[in-house]
Each structure stands twice: as structure tokens, then as C-alpha cells.
């Protein structure tokens, strides 16, 4: 009897990434939808903001992604609910003070960001502690962001899985900062304002860890299809699922 496994066409990985595209697609709930809305009158409040304040928002997100890549690798697994819990309670101290815990506030986010992404990528069956694993949870920061104004989609895998050493890490984590630093600029505005900013930074904390755990899921779940059909042709059947149809005028 021929044992031969059947190789998985076009149309099997067209049904696999369907899904996925549209979960990427729904990953913003109400707040996110809420804060695209005021989009505008978030980036003025940012601009209004001290200069001081603007200059230390992508130095302190770089450092962020820094100590939390190494605090998240030693963190113990936190499950579903304590990270939203945690995050909804730095946020809502990270508003209550206005600018100055706004900015406290950011590396411990950031570290609840990246150890829920690591959660999802051992859900997924990988190990978190492997370099190549690694690397793609901080890249999970730069797939996309909550902003409407990013309507980019980074599908990139690293699929070599070279060791991360040297400057490798830094470049990587240099490359996503100013993107994050652009969506936590944005959120650390609406915090700015004392007991106003206490609720929108719980609300915001818990929608911004929401999205960054379904862009997880998405990334991840891609990450293995990847292994099955070939990193090219998962990316360009994801993109072209997510990209929408083109309208024909006549």
C-alpha cells in the first residue's frame, strides 16, 4: 500500500490563512476603535505635550524592549487573566499621577506586553527560550500596530533562525522601537490627564494587550504554517488575504 502523504496545495493553505487574516482583521476591539476615532486629537495632545517628555518616549521604549526581552525570558508563565489584571492595574496607576508615572509606568507594560506574547508562542508549541522564537515575539511589535494611520502589514519571518549574539538583538530591538514608541506616544497622552488619564490608561493597557496577544496568535500560527508550506508562499497568501480588493471605477 502507497503510504505517500498527500503535499498540501494552494487551496489547503488558502482555507488555513483565511482565518488568520481575519482574525487580524477583528483584533481591534471598542477602545482601539474608540482611540482611532480621536486619532487627530490624540496626536495634538501628544504634540502639546513638553518636548522633554516626547524625547524620552522612544529612548525609554528601547530600553523597555531591552530589560523586558530579558525579564520576560526569566518571568514565569503568568497564564490568561494575571497579565490583563497586571496591565489594567499599571495603567490605572501609570494615569494617576499625569506625565510622571505615565512614564514610569511604560517598561512594566511593555514587559506584561511581551511575556503574554511569549505565553501565546508556547501555546503555539514553540519554545519562548529559543533564540529564533525570541526574536519573532519582539518582531510580533512591529506586525501592524492598533493605529489606523498603519495600515502596514510585516509578515517577515526569520526563518534562518540564526542566534541572536551580538549586536543582532539591539538592531532588531532598534528597528522596532520608534514604531512602538509611535502607538505607547498616543496612549501616554490620553494617560497625561490625572484621574481621567487613571481610567484611560486601565481601558487602554487591557485593549492594547488584547490586540498585541491576537497579533500573537496570528504570527505565531503563521510561524507554523510556515514550517509546513515555505515561508514565501505563507506570506504571500496571508498578505493577499489581508489586503483589500481593489475597486474598479469604470
Not at 477602545?31 to 513638553?50: D, F, K, M, Y
Request: glycine share 8%.
Amino acid at each position: 500500500m502507497d503510504q505517500t502523504l498527500p503535499v498540501p496545495g494552494p487551496t489547503d493553505l488558502t482555507a488555513a490563512v483565511a482565518p488568520l487574516a481575519q482574525r487580524y482583521k477583528r483584533a481591534n476591539g471598542p477602545v482601539i476603535r474608540l482611540v482611532n476615532r480621536l486619532g487627530g486629537t490624540l496626536e495634538n495632545q501628544l504634540s502639546a505635550l513638553p518636548q522633554s517628555f516626547r524625547s524620552q518616549i522612544e529612548r525609554l521604549t528601547a530600553q523597555a524592549l531591552e530589560t523586558s526581552y530579558g525579564i520576560a525570558a526569566r518571568a514565569p508563565d503568568l497564564g490568561t487573566r494575571a497579565p490583563m489584571m497586571a496591565a489594567v492595574a499599571a495603567g490605572a496607576a501609570g494615569g494617576a499621577g499625569g506625565l510622571a508615572t505615565a512614564l514610569a509606568e511604560l517598561p512594566v507594560t511593555v514587559t506584561l506586553f511581551l511575556n503574554t506574547i511569549r505565553s501565546i508562542a508556547r501555546e503555539a508549541g514553540l519554545d519562548p527560550d529559543e533564540d529564533w522564537v525570541r526574536a519573532e515575539c519582539l518582531q510580533v511589535f512591529a506586525a501592524g500596530s492598533p493605529l489606523a494611520q498603519d495600515d502596514g502589514v510585516n509578515t517577515s519571518f526569520i526563518a534562518s533562525r540564526l542566534a541572536l549574539s551580538g549586536s543582532a538583538v539591539p538592531n532588531l530591538i532598534k528597528s522596532i522601537a520608534p514604531k512602538l514608541a509611535a502607538v505607547l506616544g498616543q496612549k501616554l497622552a490620553a494617560q497625561a490627564v490625572p484621574v481621567i488619564g487613571a481610567v484611560s490608561g486601565a481601558a487602554l493597557n487591557a485593549a492594547f494587550l488584547a490586540y498585541y496577544r491576537e497579533i500573537a496568535r496570528v504570527r505565531f500560527a503563521l510561524v507554523k504554517l510556515a514550517q509546513e508550506h515555505g515561508t514565501e508562499a505563507v506570506e504571500a497568501e496571508f498578505r493577499i488575504a489581508v489586503t483589500p480588493p481593489r475597486v474598479i471605477r469604470a
